[in-house]
């Protein structure tokens, strides 16, 4: 009879512990779901982290107003002739000069100044043109000349004392695009002469 009472009673014991550990988890689990989102924040990274992207700007940036965009150009200009060292006005100058369509420096240019009598210079050469995208373009030149006498004809061609070196410098502004002022400053000169060329011309640019 005593050995049923101890094993009622160990029953009962046993029983009641079972029923504790069911009742009372453990604190230190922590739920699925809090886990979880543990784990997912702790597997992001600063190169995984998502951030906005950079304000998009769709519209292009203004043109430049002042920007020259021309690559060749057609000059009449006008002026006067002197002979070195003396200055003066020794003839008056009526030409045009066309430049050959090139993007950037150096350009090919030619062009032809008629004087009185029927006398008149053909030139041909190089121009290297600074700043030449922008309004204000200064430049300089260098050309092979051959002088012109309409009273002499073809004879012209074969005197060795027609043909100059000619070189220059130009001040060119636009004011009206594409028509753009300029100033002209040569100088032509060969083993006899040298002579002073002073002219403004306006040049159109296409």
Do not use: C
Not at 60 to 71: F, N, Q, T, V
Not at 86 to 95: A, H, N, P, R, T
Not at 104 to 117: C, F, I, V, Y
Not at 183 to 197: A, C, G, Y
């Amino acid at each position: 009879m005593a050995n049923s009472k101890i094993f009622v009673s160990a029953t009962i014991v046993v029983i009641l512990l079972g029923s504790n550990v069911q009742a009372s988890p453990s604190t230190e689990v922590q739920p699925m779901e809090a886990a979880e989102a543990e784990g997912e924040a702790r597997a992001l990274d600063d190169n995984m982290a998502i951030s906005q992207p950079p304000a998009l700007n769709t519209m292009p940036p203004p043109a430049d107003p002042r920007y020259y965009p021309y690559h060749q150009a057609l000059t009449f200009r006008t002026g006067y002739e002197s002979d070195l060292p003396k200055i003066g006005v020794e003839d008056w100058i009526l030409g045009f000069q066309y430049m050959f369509p090139k993007f950037l420096s150096p350009k090919l240019e030619a062009g032809a100044d008629l004087h009185r009598e029927g006398r008149g210079h053909l030139h041909i050469g190089v121009r290297w043109i600074y700043f030449e995208k922008t309004y204000f373009r200064p430049s300089v030149k260098l050309a092979f000349d051959h002088f012109v006498d309409s009273a002499e004809g073809l004879a012209t061609l074969s005197e060795f004392k027609n043909y100059y070196l000619r070189a220059g410098g130009t001040l060119e502004y636009v004011a009206w695009n594409p028509y753009s002022i300029r100033l002209d400053s040569e100088i032509i000169v060969n083993f006899d002469k040298t002579r002073l060329l002073l002219l403004l011309g306006i040049s159109r640019g296409w």
